[in-house]
């Protein structure tokens, strides 16, 4: 699909998800009296929330059902042999034989993003030569990217707990170790900002990527960069009521949930554009954060060698053995001059 109509479905779609909001919490009260600030404040978070589980779960069994008779791990390092063949710590990992190794590979997957970080690229040279370059900076912007949103909503556990946990008040202080002004500037929000333009950028940059992109890849970047940018607009920019977002917020959790006066219709578009990722999630690429840890790829080990593997589906075949055969046409073989394993004696013969 053409960039440009890539670009517009998504941007179309995001343009239209922010005015929703803006036009039924700002507008209706002006125009016709009507509010709606329950719809988008109690209701639709809370849908949100249940198709998030519910998509998450689903995804998750229908993975779990699917069949995986034989060991299919990518391996890169020597396969286990003979105990008096030395391999060394990387192949352990590479390609693990035990459970251990097996959960040490996936640590290093799902907290470093190990293969992504030996990733290369290929480039073409003078003639027929070809490159592999490195792939680092696509491994650090992944690394920021999700840590970043990581720490991001481990900040927003203020808004959703009272008293507030001592591990989020040290990630506030860690994360706007460097204040220049008040508000804080948390440097999370900032290097956000930066991962998501590079991955954005790269896809628009670069042709083999870009000629693969589909409007769901640019959809989250941009639902995930508008969510960031309301974040900080109501941030530095328009203040907004903190205590009366606490009070909606927690009235959410505690299953009480009540609209205070003095929230602004930014905070809305915020929370609406909060609501539509988390329902989203389940059914986009987004949800290969629960199936990291069902690839067959990654966690089985490799021990093919030592065990055999028998696929439990095969259903049961009627075999015809080479006995049974040469019993069959056994005459017919020695009329042909064929061997065959078991003589005729000559009583059988005449008879």
Same mark, same amino acid.
């Not at 009296?33 to 109690?42: A, P, Q, Y």
């Not at 035990?98 to 907290?111: D, N, P, W």
């Not at 202080?173 to 950028?201: E, I, M, N, R, W």
């Not at 670069?206 to 940018?229: E, H, K, M, N």
């Given at each position: 699909?053409?960039?440009?109509?890539?670009?517009?479905?998504?941007?179309?779609?995001?343009?239209?998800?922010?005015?929703? !909001?803006?036009?039924?919490?700002?507008?209706?009260?002006?125009?016709?009296?009507?509010?709606?600030?329950?719809?988008?404040?109690?209701?639709? !978070?809370?849908?949100?929330?249940?198709?998030?589980?519910?998509?998450?779960?689903?995804?998750?069994? /229908?993975?779990?059902? %699917?069949?995986?008779?034989?060991?299919?791990?990518?391996? %890169?390092?020597?396969?286990?042999?003979?105990?008096?063949?030395?391999? +060394?710590? $990387?192949?352990?990992?590479?390609?693990?034989?035990?459970?251990?190794?097996?959960?040490?590979? *996936?640590?290093?997957?799902?907290? %470093?993003?190990?293969?992504?970080?030996?990733?290369?690229?290929?480039?073409?040279?003078?003639?027929?030569?070809?490159?592999? $370059?490195?792939?680092?900076?696509?491994?650090?912007?992944?690394?920021?990217?999700?840590? %970043?949103?990581?720490?991001?909503?481990?900040?927003?556990?203020?808004?959703?707990?009272?008293?507030?946990?001592?591990?989020?008040?040290?990630?506030?202080?860690?994360?706007?170790?460097?204040?220049?002004?008040?508000?804080?500037?948390?440097?999370?929000?900032?290097?956000?900002?930066?991962?998501?333009?590079?991955?954005?950028?790269?896809?628009?940059?670069?042709?083999?990527?870009?000629?693969?992109?589909?409007?769901?890849?640019?959809?989250?970047?941009?639902?995930?960069?508008?969510?960031?940018?309301?974040?900080?607009? *109501?941030?530095?920019?328009?203040?907004?009521?903190?205590?009366?977002?606490?009070?909606?917020? *927690?009235?959410?959790?505690?299953?009480?949930?009540?609209?205070?006066?003095?929230?602004?219709?930014?905070?809305?578009?915020?929370?609406?554009?909060?609501?539509?990722?988390?329902?989203?999630?389940?059914?986009? /690429?987004?949800?290969? *954060?629960?199936?990291?840890?069902?690839?067959?790829?990654? +966690?089985?080990?490799?021990? +093919?060698?030592?065990?055999?593997?028998?696929?439990?589906?095969? !259903?049961?075949?009627?075999?015809?053995?080479?006995?049974?055969?040469?019993?069959?046409?056994?005459?017919?073989?020695?009329?042909?001059?064929?061997?065959?394993?078991?003589?005729?004696?000559?009583?059988?013969? /005449?008879?």
């Amino acid at each position: 699909m053409n960039v440009i109509v890539s670009l517009i479905l998504s941007g179309g779609a995001i343009s239209i998800l922010v005015a929703i !909001p803006f036009l039924a919490v700002w507008a209706l009260p002006y125009v016709f009296g009507i509010h709606l600030e329950w719809l988008f404040g109690i209701v639709i !978070p809370y849908l949100a929330v249940i198709i998030f589980f519910v998509g998450i779960v689903y995804r998750v069994v /229908k993975w779990a059902k %699917c069949p995986v008779p034989f060991r299919i791990p990518s391996t %890169c390092g020597q396969q286990y042999t003979l105990p008096w063949i030395k391999r +060394n710590y $990387a192949e352990k990992l590479d390609n693990p034989f035990t459970k251990a190794g097996v959960v040490g590979r *996936m640590i290093l997957e799902v907290l %470093c993003f190990r293969s992504l970080f030996r990733n290369t690229k290929l480039n073409f040279g003078d003639g027929l030569h070809v490159r592999y $370059a490195s792939s680092k900076w696509l491994w650090l912007a992944a690394m920021g990217f999700h840590y %970043c949103f990581l720490i991001v909503l481990i900040r927003h556990l203020r808004f959703f707990t009272e008293p507030m946990p001592f591990f989020v008040s040290i990630i506030e202080k860690v994360d706007g170790f460097f204040q220049f002004f008040l508000p804080v500037a948390y440097q999370s929000g900032l290097l956000l900002g930066a991962a998501l333009t590079f991955l954005l950028l790269r896809r628009l940059l670069i042709p083999q990527v870009r000629y693969v992109s589909l409007p769901a890849d640019y959809f989250p970047l941009f639902l995930i960069l508008t969510i960031a940018g309301t974040g900080i607009l *109501m941030r530095y920019v328009f203040k907004a009521d903190v205590v009366s977002i606490k009070e909606l917020t *927690m009235g959410l959790v505690t299953f009480s949930p009540k609209i205070p006066e003095g929230i602004s219709v930014l905070f809305y578009i915020h929370l609406f554009l909060v609501s539509v990722l988390f329902a989203y999630f389940p059914f986009s /690429k987004l949800v290969h *954060m629960s199936g990291v840890f069902l690839s067959p790829t990654r +966690n089985l080990s490799n021990n +093919n060698r030592a065990v055999r593997h028998i696929n439990p589906w095969n !259903p049961k075949v009627k075999l015809h053995t080479y006995e049974e055969y040469e019993d069959d046409f056994r005459e017919k073989m020695i009329e042909a001059g064929l061997p065959v394993e078991k003589k005729v004696a000559p009583t059988e013969q /005449k008879e």
